[in-house]
């Protein structure tokens, strides 16, 4: 068994696991994650990762907090998501973050944000309040998806926020 040690950031961590399998351990709750799995640590709380014995996990971190100051991030945000069917999106949107945070050209840091973003509103999407209106709405017609997106932008309403990345592996 491989684990990390305990530890907390100033500003919160997105994780991505992109291979393999772990237990993730917050605010003393155990989560399992599998590849494909997302976890949004917020800012101060511990946590640790253990990987099982014979196992591998590659994880793509962000960690990122508000401009302004801001630290709050949605409560539902706090579990563990399958991506689901959003996952080669979450693996594109984790792409394009690290390679425009590793240019020095004008504009990529705003367009790493964009895709930070992008990323937090999918996991929006993927919450459990965000599941349950995708579920009603897709038992009624043409406005489905609108619910859909009124619901994530009623989520991430705090995520009009100026945002900084901070950390990236």
Not at 4 to 24: I, K, M, R, S, V
Not at 138 to 147: F, H, T
Request: proline share 6%; net charge neutral.
């Amino acid at each position: 068994v491989i684990k990390l040690y305990e530890h907390a950031h100033p500003f919160h961590e997105l994780g991505f696991l992109l291979a393999g399998e772990c237990d993730w351990h917050t605010a003393g709750k155990r989560a399992p994650l599998r590849a494909g799995d997302l976890i949004l640590v917020p800012a101060g709380v511990k946590h640790y990762e253990r990987t099982p014995a014979r196992t591998q996990a590659r994880i793509g971190w962000i960690g990122f907090d508000f401009a302004d100051g801001h630290t709050e991030v949605p409560a539902a945000l706090g579990e563990p998501l399958s991506a689901r069917d959003y996952a080669p999106e979450f693996k594109r949107l984790f792409d394009v973050v690290r390679d425009e945070r590793q240019g020095n050209e004008a504009g990529h840091a705003e367009r790493a944000e964009l895709a930070l973003r992008e990323i937090l509103i999918l996991l929006c999407r993927l919450s459990p309040a965000g599941a349950a209106v995708e579920a009603r709405a897709s038992a009624k017609s043409v406005r489905g998806p609108q619910l859909v997106r009124s619901a994530a932008l009623t989520l991430a309403s705090n995520l009009a926020q100026p945002m900084r990345i901070r950390d990236l592996a």
